[in-house]
């Protein structure tokens, strides 16, 4: 049979072939590297947010699969306005939500890690990039003050990392039988929470979203009645959650006394320090983050406070065994694999297959060494108080609260039937400038706009400019 001319053309020119020659490679190589420096190098120039014309963009995206082969440098150039339409999480002005970066050395380890594309699932196929992965969760147990005994996993980002632990503090404690198990935590804590809860199998009567404090702390005595409550009734408390600075306002629940509640009534104790955990890092943070080394299980997101790329959480088991009771499985089609060696993340996690993730921890962290990432956690608490205080000495602004890590919260000080919609109007004037990007959010249902500090492009201009714009706004807005 005589190929068809378009397929006899592409694979007759190397530049189209699913295995390019080494000069090809190069190239394509070049083409990519030229075309992602000139994204970071000019981070700080772009807009913090551009969405003119993002929806003509997309538009163009919305297409049937190509039956031809397309240029490299121009499917690039069409991802161009792609990037360019959106908010700019990795600038140094994302001030929203929870920022996170992307250090530049683990998008090298991503290429790596892809490029060579070995199987770290089981350790046996690869054992010593396994090893990689495994001693890069040993170190992030050693960060936290974890014993030699616990596990480090890494998953794709905080909300499963919150599932796992959800689905290995439900094995513990309540086996097979899940009915009756209830879950507590503050009504500050993430969504993901609730979500990991109800895929993990518990419907949203199992779960307790419990009072803050007056700085949107979790209440214990309010947690302690609760549970025996539930007892009392003949349901199976297990669970509580506690938060190691939550996305609000970065508030710290009292760690020790949740632990003390925990012991108490022998509820497994998971801290979702998926934002506040790497601040332990920080000068003074473990005194911050007093009590979370004694947490059965703790989230973390490199791809948060360690500035990773999207795509880089983390999950810490005080007894690492745990991982592996809850999630693990066996076939006859991996006998050939099941055996001595250590336990691989396969058993250990929901997943099978995936991408060698463990370098793009491992990597910058030899790069850069720890030291690195200290001095650039330590800066962003002190930028998150510098800002709190320009802003509790404004009279047009009400601080919420001091930060207890790198977030501060606020609103106008306005008349209550005003304050809304003068507080929108002041994010997006501020946000319109498009030097720097905030969020909003409710704090005990009255609307109120944060800065999160987090990012490690992100310094004192960039925390400076913020403010400067939202006292000039807020000015203007309560004088008109
Ligand atoms: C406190 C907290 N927990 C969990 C999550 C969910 O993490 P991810 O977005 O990595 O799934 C977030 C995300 O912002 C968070 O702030």
């Known amino acids: 049979m005589r190929p068809r001319r378009g397929l006899a053309c592409a694979m007759a020119d190397a530049r189209y ?54 240029h490299l440098e121009a499917i690039l150039e069409r991802l161009r306005p792609a990037i360019a339409k959106s908010y700019n999480t990795a600038g140094p002005g ?21 490029a060579t594309n070995r ?19 040993r170190w992030l147990c050693d960060l936290m003050g974890l014993p030699p005994a616990a596990r480090g996993l890494l998953t794709s980002g905080g909300s499963l990392s919150n599932f796992s632990a959800i689905v290995t503090a439900r094995h513990e404690r309540l086996g097979e039988d899940l009915a009756g198990g209830t879950i507590y935590f503050s009504e500050e804590t993430h969504h993901c929470i609730a979500k990991a809860a109800r895929l993990a199998g518990f419907p949203r009567g199992a779960l307790r979203p ?22 009392a009734d003949g349901l199976r408390p297990f669970l509580v959650v506690a938060n190691v600075g939550t996305t609000n306002t970065g508030a710290i629940d009292p760690l020790p006394e949740v632990r003390r509640v925990a012991d108490g009534y022998g509820l497994w104790a998971h801290a979702d320090a998926a934002y506040g955990g790497f601040f332990r890092l920080a000068e003074s943070g473990e005194a911050l983050l007093r009590g979370v080394e004694g947490f059965d299980s703790i989230t973390l997101d490199p791809h948060k406070g360690l500035f990773m790329p999207y795509g880089l959480g983390a999950l810490l088991v005080r007894d690492g065994e745990a991982l592996a009771r809850a999630h693990r499985e066996s076939a006859h089609y991996v006998q050939d694999l099941a055996g001595e060696g250590s336990l691989g993340v396969a058993d250990l996690s929901p997943e099978l297959s995936r991408d060698f993730r463990g370098l793009r921890l491992w990597l910058p962290l030899q790069l850069h060494g720890l030291a690195a990432f200290r001095a650039q956690l330590t800066e962003k608490l002190a930028l998150a108080r510098w800002a709190h205080e320009e802003l509790r000495q404004d009279p047009h602004l009400e601080v919420l609260d001091a930060p207890q890590l790198s977030i501060v919260a606020f609103r106008l000080r306005a008349a209550e039937n005003e304050a809304e919609h003068l ?11 498009r030097r720097v990007f905030l969020s909003s959010t ?39």
């Open 17 to 70: 072939a699913l295995e390019p020659d080494r000069k090809v490679l190069e190239k394509m190589t070049r083409a990519v590297g030229d075309f992602v420096v000139d994204q970071v190098a000019t981070l700080g120039e772009q807009p913090s947010f551009d969405l003119d014309g993002a929806d003509a963009v997309r538009a163009s995206f919305r297409e049937p699969v190509p039956e031809e082969a397309t």
């Open 94 to 114: 994302y001030l929203a939500y929870i920022p996170g970066g992307g250090v530049y050395a683990a998008a090298l380890a991503a290429l790596v890690a892809a």
């Open 119 to 137: 199987y770290v699932g089981v350790t046996q196929a690869a054992p010593a990039l396994a090893q990689i992965e495994e001693t890069a969760g």
């Open 210 to 231: 419990l009072p803050t404090d007056e700085r949107f702390r979790l209440r214990t005595d309010i947690l302690e009645e609760a549970v025996r409550a539930d007892r």
């Open 423 to 433: 507080s929108l109007e002041l994010l997006r004037r501020v946000n319109e400038r």
């Open 442 to 480: 409710r704090l005990r249902g009255r609307y109120a706009l944060r800065i999160c500090v987090l990012s490690f492009r992100t310094h004192e201009e960039h925390v400076r400019e913020a403010v400067g714009a939202l006292r000039e706004e807020a000015r203007a807005l309560l004088a008109g």
